[in-house]
């Protein structure tokens, strides 16, 4: 398997730490949102770069998931969710980890559906690239 393809399956199976992460801690009365959604964006943002390795897409070092989206966008790459629903987890990745600022957050239900939408989608796109450079191996044969 060639290494960006390995690269995006490493980076489903860390999102899929932080989902699960997520799920317990979203589940807690004792745990704070912000906990569990820090998780949510790591499994989201996890979940872009997955497609950007499969796609063989460079980026930053970022946790920016508008950027990494648009990244995946300017390539006509179909991002499932939208620009604002990304924006609403981005605090996360620093500002809340480190602040106890008010920050508006999606409904739990909401964001457990963008992190399963986005996840299912990286994972397909994945599978995607990596049957069709199968097949293009197969060719060459």
Known sequence: MKPHIE???????????????????????????????????????????SALFAHEIEFGRTHDLVKLAQLLRSRGIVVPVSDSQLRMLNPFAVTFRYDEADIDTLPKEDTAELVESTRAWAAAAVETVRKREEKDAGKND
Do not use: G, M
């Not at 899929?16 to 949510?40: G, M, N, Q, T």
């Open 7 to 49: 690269e995006a399956l490493l980076s489903l199976r860390l999102a899929d730490r932080d989902i699960k992460a997520f799920e317990v801690l979203s589940d807690s009365p004792e745990v704070h949102l912000s906990v569990a959604c820090f998780h949510a964006q790591q499994a989201v943002e996890k979940s872009l770069k």
